[in-house]
């Protein structure tokens, strides 16, 4: 709590050095570009963000990055819905528990990307492959992370609600379930950002539109400041991403947040 | 009445083969404030476990009223050491509303009951927060408020003051003190500082240090409250309970 409220002071501070980073960032790629020496190759700011302007006027990045939000947003529900059911499944029946445990610690290991070519083969190339790909992602991270939480839930916790002489039912209601929340909460933030991860790689592996299809057909035309523009339009994107889910969580489940 | 009889206990009989506390008995009738006082590890906590029924003993019985102890309830409320088991997702309010919505007991009388007991703490303003914007002796309050709106007759305190300042701890051992006397609940209360055995207790009783602990020597303490550490009597009961217990300090 204390290292909150000083932080909270301090927040007029380090929106005053947030442009440091920022800058900072712009004077190295520049350096690095002109030490490179060669522009084709290895764009400096400025020539990609004409790129970026140029991309965004035609409308191109609009419609990739429409494209690809428009999966990570359908795999992400689809994932959360997954994931948050094995977490209540496994709240509700130790038996559940037992039995997914070492599946969901075992194929955690194998990240979404290793599924790309398979999923391609199984669900074709079109869009559903990449949002199997995207839930695949999504509900493990979020069945991962209600797991956690579920077996870190505080021995105080049960203890209180029996002495006050709560049956298993209300402590799974007035217990379980808010830590489950808290624990997918997390899950499906970080999840989101996995989402992005994995979309990019699906659609560099085999897609026709989107923002990682972008960056491969750029390659195959030579173009890297295409390809730094769109890098910077996804790193954007995936931060705004997250920290609209942080508001949203905020405001809607403050409480589960604490 | 509450008593110990005969408590063994281990904490994995199919492992260990020391006992904790071992033919520990202890009684001490309703209405009592009776203080547990011994070194670390010495199976001061573990009793608060039997009693609140956590734990059952390996040999040996709790019993309450004439009746063993086998489980937790509504009839023995625990104030817990440190701060984690307030529900962290739930206000001040609502945490003291926990207990009672257990018992069914109806949204808008709960209320006004919960809101009637944090007042009763000293913790107007404040039913609105959340733990985490709560200080160490606030979220103590917040346990207390909670335990005394279930009506439990027999209270048990694990340490509840440890983690607190010598100033906020003094203010509440003074209000616990105060509640006592108007509500004259059975208080258990556990600790390892012999100045808040002495102003809290009506009895003390030291334990040996562990393992094999048990039940070494209880004194009474016959001063009026509030006490005050500049009596000559409080010294008088120091030093016998020092010397006591400082045998046991040793002993680690």
Same mark, same amino acid.
């Given at each position: 709590?204390?290292?909150?409220?000083?932080?909270?002071?301090?927040?007029?501070?380090?929106?005053?050095?947030?442009?440091?980073?920022?800058?900072?960032?712009?004077?190295?790629?520049?350096?690095?570009?002109?030490?490179?020496?060669?522009?084709?190759?290895?764009?400096?700011?400025?020539?990609?963000?004409? !790129?970026?302007?140029?991309?965004?006027?035609? *409308?191109?990045? /609009? @419609?990739?990055?429409?494209?690809? &939000?428009?999966?990570? %947003? $359908?795999?992400?529900?689809?994932?959360?819905?997954?994931?948050?059911?094995?977490?209540?499944?496994?709240?509700?029946?130790?038996?559940?528990?037992?039995?997914?445990?070492?599946?969901?610690?075992?194929?955690?290991?194998?990240?979404?990307?290793?599924?790309?070519?398979?999923?391609?083969?199984?669900?074709?190339?079109?869009?559903?492959?990449?949002?199997?790909?995207?839930?695949?992602?999504?509900?493990?991270?979020?069945?991962?992370?209600?797991?956690?939480?579920?077996?870190?839930?505080?021995?105080?916790?049960?203890?209180?609600?029996?002495?006050?002489?709560?049956?298993?039912?209300?402590?799974?209601?007035?217990?379980?379930?808010? !830590?489950?929340?808290?624990?997918?909460?997390? *899950?499906?933030? /970080? @999840?989101?950002?996995?989402?992005? &991860?994995?979309?990019? %790689? $699906?659609?560099?592996?085999?897609?026709?539109?989107?923002?990682?299809?972008?960056?491969?057909?750029?390659?195959?035309?030579?173009?890297?400041?295409?390809?730094?523009?769109?890098?910077?339009?996804?790193?954007?994107?995936?931060?705004?991403?997250?920290?609209?889910?942080?508001?949203?969580?905020?405001?809607?489940?403050?409480?589960?947040?604490? | 009445?509450?008593?110990?009889?005969?408590v063994t206990f281990?904490?994995?009989?199919?492992?260990?083969?020391?006992p904790i506390i071992e033919n520990l008995?202890?009684?001490?009738?309703?209405?009592?404030?009776?203080?547990?006082?011994?070194?670390?590890?010495?199976g001061?906590?573990t009793a608060?476990?039997?009693?609140?029924?956590?734990?059952?003993?390996?040999?040996?019985?709790?019993?309450?009223?004439?009746?063993?102890?086998?489980?937790?309830?509504?009839?023995?409320?625990?104030?817990?050491?440190?701060?984690?088991?307030?529900?962290?997702?739930?206000?001040?309010?609502?945490?003291?509303?926990?207990?009672?919505?257990?018992?069914?007991?109806?949204?808008?009388?709960?209320?006004?009951?919960?809101?009637?007991?944090?007042?009763?703490?000293?913790?107007?303003?404040?039913?609105?927060?959340?733990?985490?914007?709560?200080?160490?002796?606030?979220?103590?309050?917040?346990?207390?408020?909670?335990?005394?709106?279930?009506?439990?007759?027999?209270?048990?305190?694990?340490?509840?003051?440890?983690?607190?300042?010598?100033?906020?701890?003094?203010?509440?051992?003074?209000?616990?003190?105060?509640?006592?006397?108007?509500?004259?609940?059975?208080?258990?209360?556990?600790?390892?500082?012999?100045?808040?055995?002495?102003?809290?207790?009506?009895?003390?009783?030291?334990?040996?240090?562990g393992p094999r602990s048990r039940?070494?020597?209880?004194?009474?303490?016959?001063?009026?409250?509030?006490?005050?550490?500049?009596?000559?009597?409080?010294?008088?009961?120091?030093?016998?309970?020092?010397?006591?217990?400082?045998?046991?300090?040793?002993?680690?």
């Amino acid at each position: 709590m204390l290292l909150r409220s000083k932080m909270l002071s301090q927040n007029w501070m380090k929106a005053l050095l947030l442009p440091v980073p920022v800058i900072g960032f712009l004077l190295l790629w520049e350096f690095a570009s002109r030490s490179f020496g060669v522009p084709q190759l290895f764009p400096d700011p400025k020539t990609t963000g004409q !790129t970026f302007l140029e991309l965004l006027r035609s *409308g191109v990045l /609009l @419609s990739d990055a429409e494209v690809s &939000l428009a999966r990570i %947003a $359908a795999g992400f529900m689809l994932g959360s819905v997954i994931g948050i059911g094995l977490g209540l499944l496994c709240t509700v029946s130790w038996v559940a528990a037992s039995l997914l445990s070492p599946y969901i610690n075992f194929l955690r290991f194998i990240s979404g990307v290793a599924w790309i070519s398979i999923f391609m083969v199984w669900f074709g190339i079109g869009e559903t492959s990449k949002i199997v790909l995207i839930a695949y992602t999504v509900a493990f991270t979020v069945a991962l992370s209600a797991f956690a939480g579920l077996s870190e839930i505080k021995l105080a916790h049960l203890r209180a609600a029996a002495m006050f002489g709560a049956t298993p039912r209300q402590v799974f209601i007035g217990v379980r379930i808010p !830590t489950l929340i808290r624990s997918v909460i997390t *899950g499906m933030r /970080l @999840s989101l950002g996995n989402a992005f &991860l994995v979309i990019v %790689a $699906a659609e560099m592996v085999q897609a026709d539109s989107g923002l990682g299809f972008s960056i491969i057909a750029a390659r195959n035309f030579l173009a890297p400041d295409i390809i730094f523009a769109v890098m910077l339009v996804i790193g954007l994107l995936g931060f705004l991403a997250d920290r609209g889910f942080v508001a949203l969580s905020r405001s809607m489940l403050n409480r589960y947040s604490r | 009445m509450i008593e110990f009889k005969d408590v063994t206990f281990l904490f994995a009989p199919a492992r260990d083969t020391v006992p904790i506390i071992e033919n520990l008995s202890l009684t001490f009738p309703k209405g009592e404030f009776h203080v547990v006082l011994g070194p670390s590890g010495c199976g001061k906590t573990t009793a608060l476990n039997l009693l609140a029924g956590f734990e059952t003993p390996t040999t040996g019985s709790v019993i309450v009223d004439g009746r063993p102890v086998t489980q937790p309830g509504p009839d023995r409320t625990v104030i817990f050491q440190g701060d984690d088991s307030l529900y962290s997702w739930l206000t001040a309010l609502e945490n003291v509303e926990f207990g009672l919505s257990v018992r069914g007991m109806p949204r808008k009388e709960r209320r006004e009951k919960a809101q009637l007991y944090l007042r009763l703490v000293g913790l107007v303003g404040h039913e609105g927060k959340f733990p985490d914007e709560l200080s160490g002796g606030m979220k103590q309050r917040v346990q207390i408020a909670r335990a005394l709106a279930c009506d439990s007759p027999i209270l048990l305190l694990d340490e509840p003051f440890g983690a607190l300042d010598a100033q906020t701890r003094s203010i509440l051992q003074g209000e616990l003190s105060r509640i006592w006397e108007e509500t004259r609940k059975s208080i258990f209360f556990i600790t390892h500082d012999i100045t808040e055995a002495i102003i809290l207790a009506d009895r003390v009783s030291v334990m040996h240090a562990g393992p094999r602990s048990r039940i070494k020597r209880t004194f009474d303490i016959e001063m009026e409250r509030p006490r005050s550490p500049a009596d000559p009597a409080f010294s008088h009961h120091y030093k016998i309970i020092s010397d006591c217990l400082a045998a046991e300090v040793q002993a680690l």
